[in-house]
């Protein structure tokens, strides 16, 4: 991305923030930073360690999750194909307006893309697992270059989640029919 940026005589660099505990998965985090070493990309990959929600208690003046959205042009959230985890980077993303980028994942289908949710997505499987292609390379570069496109795709995917993915309380609780009482 900053070599097409670059290229283009723009002075904008890409940053890559990773957010998480690197002890979750040490030899992770040491892959990781193997290959930043071996594509040249040190300067441009910031570890941040675990995040919290800007509601959770936290000692001191911890940056947050939110902190993250909000000073982000993109969320990233390139995972590999086997995960299962109980968060949801994606759904925090459309529930913030932010535009994200992910792979396909085993779940990302069922979960989101079956929605209509837009994205930039680099195919993985799992037996594939690669570097980002040029199509993907082009994809999350016009989306980084293009702030009215981003902000249409986040507003679409938002309202696609104010409908998809919003509980709706009186359902939940079997209270259909109480709605004028509310």
Excluded: W
């Amino acid at each position: 991305m900053n070599l097409l940026l670059r290229e283009r005589g723009e002075r904008k660099r890409i940053f890559l923030v990773i957010a998480g505990d690197k002890n979750e998965n040490y030899s992770h985090y040491i892959e990781l930073e193997r290959l930043a070493k071996t594509l040249d990309i040190v300067q441009h990959i910031k570890f941040t360690g675990p995040l919290h929600h800007d509601f959770m208690p936290t000692e001191g003046n911890a940056f947050t999750i939110e902190d993250l959205y909000y000073s982000c042009d993109l969320v990233s959230f390139l995972t590999s194909y086997d995960y299962d985890s109980y968060g949801n980077p994606i759904g925090e993303a459309i529930s913030q307006k932010r535009c994200y980028i992910t792979t396909s994942y085993e779940y990302y289908h069922e979960v989101y893309g079956r929605h209509g949710f837009v994205a930039p997505m680099l195919e993985i499987s799992g037996t594939r697992d690669e570097l980002p292609d040029q199509r993907f390379v082009d994809e999350v570069f016009l989306f980084l270059t293009n702030n009215q496109l981003m902000r249409a795709v986040a507003e679409k995917n938002f309202q696609q989640g104010k409908r998809v993915l919003s509980n709706d309380l009186f359902e939940v609780l079997n209270l259909k029919g109480c709605e004028e009482n509310a």
